[in-house]
């Protein structure tokens, strides 16, 4: 008795359903079509969910005061208010800096962190220097060190004058750390 071959079986009913049927293809091209246009349309979402996450920190100019009110050679601590976008968190933060108008009409700003541990200072008109209370690192009026653990003179802020105001970027600095490494 011979058996059939399994591809000589034909179904009942006596219709031979073929295996690559147009049907099936147009199902598959309609499926492919379909993920590529969900694919086009995913991308420019996704990367408008997922960039904020790899964009440092967006830091504005801040307007800290008037050029006219600081002294020529005597520091000033000038206090204010900044936002900083990282990612999608903004905060708004006070701050301070100190700037010291040169004499010859030039504007420093410095970060108010001392550069050895990140504690504050502050200026004492009697010893004409900035001193830190933590370990004892002194400044001159232009930010060299005079004395103490700091590792490095005292952290310069991006500055400019516009309309007789005084414009400041605030940025953060890792302390103990011989060069300026911004954070």
Same mark, same amino acid.
Request: aromatic share 8%; charged share 20%; net charge positive.
């Given at each position: 008795?011979? =058996?059939?071959?399994?591809?000589?079986?034909?179904?009942?009913?006596?219709?031979?359903?073929?295996? @690559?049927? $147009?049907? /099936? !293809?147009? =199902?598959?091209?309609?499926?492919?079509?379909?993920?590529?246009?969900?694919?086009? %349309?995913? #991308?420019?979402?996704?990367? /408008?969910? #997922?960039?904020? &996450?790899?964009?440092?920190?967006?830091?504005?100019?801040?307007?800290? @005061?008037?050029?006219?009110?600081?002294?020529?050679?005597?520091?000033?601590?000038?206090?204010?208010?900044?936002? #900083? $976008?990282?990612?999608?968190?903004?905060?708004?933060?006070?701050?301070? +800096?100190?700037?010291?108008?040169?004499?010859? @009409?030039? #504007?420093?700003?410095?970060?108010?962190?001392?550069?050895?541990?990140?504690?504050?200072? $502050?200026?004492?008109?009697?010893?004409?220097? !900035? %001193?830190?209370?933590? =370990? @004892?690192?002194?400044?001159? +009026?232009?930010?060299?060190? %005079?004395?103490?653990? &700091?590792? $490095?003179?005292?952290? &310069?802020?991006?500055?400019? +004058?516009?309309?007789?105001?005084?414009?400041?970027?605030?940025?953060? !600095?890792?302390?103990?750390?011989?060069?300026? +490494?911004?954070?």
């Amino acid at each position: 008795m011979s =058996h059939p071959e399994q591809g000589d079986q034909q179904p009942s009913g006596g219709f031979l359903t073929p295996v @690559g049927s $147009r049907r /099936t !293809f147009f =199902h598959w091209v309609t499926l492919a079509a379909a993920g590529l246009v969900g694919l086009g %349309l995913s #991308i420019p979402l996704l990367s /408008t969910l #997922i960039s904020p &996450a790899f964009q440092r920190r967006r830091r504005a100019w801040v307007d800290v @005061g008037a050029v006219d009110e600081l002294p020529p050679g005597h520091p000033k601590q000038l206090d204010h208010v900044t936002t #900083i $976008r990282d990612g999608w968190l903004e905060t708004t933060s006070h701050k301070a +800096v100190w700037a010291v108008k040169q004499p010859q @009409g030039d #504007i420093s700003v410095f970060s108010p962190i001392c550069t050895h541990l990140g504690c504050g200072y $502050r200026w004492d008109e009697t010893e004409r220097k !900035f %001193l830190c209370p933590c =370990h @004892g690192s002194s400044y001159d +009026v232009n930010g060299k060190v %005079l004395g103490g653990p &700091a590792p $490095r003179p005292l952290d &310069a802020l991006p500055s400019k +004058v516009e309309g007789g105001r005084l414009l400041v970027m605030y940025k953060d !600095f890792k302390s103990g750390l011989p060069r300026s +490494v911004e954070i």
